[in-house]
């Protein structure tokens, strides 16, 4: 594994905002487990922790994680104008700009990502069950594609690091 890089002020900052938005580093990781198990019999959820991190280490992660909190954030406040407070809160299935901030993130990994993304939107396991859970007065019509595509960024690099192509 490579040396502990130095966190900037903004990745704590971003770090800090998915924990008070309920999402941990473990979280993320189980989901990652989830879409690699299959391809990977030795994987541990150590491993798959350590490609989170390092996905969350990039700047256009950190960039996609706090514009999309602050969006919700904002949406759970009331404070972005109609129509598109109705939209936010509602998370309008016909809305795709919460799906193509999180495309930002798998894009950082390679096509790869696209897929793993696909799949485990449509699947919603673990954590992402619970930010769809819309009977909270939580809104979280970003973060929880924030939270599925790091995820995949995080499966992608696993596998480009096991084909030893990254």
């Not at 989830?34 to 798959?48: A, F, V």
């Not at 894009?107 to 799949?119: A, D, P």
Request: include cysteine; glycine fraction near 6%; charged fraction near 25%.
């Amino acid at each position: 594994m490579e040396k502990k890089h130095q966190q900037s002020e903004m990745e704590k900052k971003a770090r800090k905002w998915l924990t008070n938005r309920g999402v941990t580093i473990h979280d993320i990781a189980d989901l990652v487990f989830y879409l690699q198990k299959k391809y990977h019999p030795n994987l541990t959820i150590d491993e798959c922790e350590y490609n989170v991190e390092r996905v969350i280490s990039k700047r256009e992660v950190q960039n996609a994680i706090l514009t999309g909190i602050q969006l919700d954030v904002l949406t759970e406040k009331g404070l972005i104008e109609e129509p598109l407070q109705s939209i936010l809160k509602k998370d309008e299935g016909l809305y795709g700009i919460d799906e193509i901030l999180a495309l930002s993130i798998v894009n950082v990994y390679g096509s790869i990502g696209f897929t793993n993304y696909g799949y485990i939107d449509k699947q919603k396991p673990g954590i992402l069950e619970e930010l769809n859970d819309k009977s909270s007065n939580q809104c979280h019509t970003f973060l929880d594609d924030i939270v599925g595509a790091i995820a995949a960024a995080a499966s992608s690099r696993l596998a480009h690091r096991a084909a030893n192509v990254e």
